[in-house]
Nanobody, 123 residues
Framework: QVQLVQSGGGLVQAGGSLRLSCAAS????????MGWFRQVPGRERELVAR????????YYVDSVKGRFTISSENAKNTVYLQMNSLKPEDTAVYYC????????????????WGQGTQVTVSS
């Protein structure tokens, strides 16, 4: 069993920064990649960024490119999302996610979810 424990988030003014962390624990992480989703009421959960655990290969959704940075600290089994130049439209619940290697990144492909953390960006 894998557990994903998130920290970070909160309330920030537009233009500010936040960093989210997600620490993974369990028997093994060798078969999993990790990423971040976000969701607002009335919308589907959206993939924001993902990272290949071993190689660091990275993907970002277009709306956050140049502003968000995903990174991993492999020794601590932790993935981060550094969010800079935040905009009100970034307001959402952010979820850490882990899925088996070789699967897609749709919501239905995710094997494990973090508990979610609220990010609110005020104007």
């Amino acid at each position: 069993q894998v557990q994903l424990v998130q920290s970070g988030g909160g309330l920030v003014q537009a233009g500010g920064s936040l960093r989210l962390s997600c620490a993974a624990s369990g028997r093994t992480f060798s078969n999993y990649d990790m990423g971040w989703f976000r969701q607002v009421p009335g919308r589907e959960r959206e993939l924001v960024a993902r990272i290949t655990w071993s190689s660091g290969n990275i993907y970002y959704v277009d709306s956050v490119k140049g502003r968000f940075t995903i990174s991993s600290e492999n020794a601590k089994n932790t993935v981060y999302l550094q969010m800079n130049s935040l905009k009100p439209e970034d307001t959402a619940v952010y979820y850490c996610a882990a899925r088996s290697r070789g699967m897609g990144w749709s919501v239905s492909s995710i094997n494990y979810w973090g508990q979610g953390t609220q990010v609110t960006v005020s104007s």
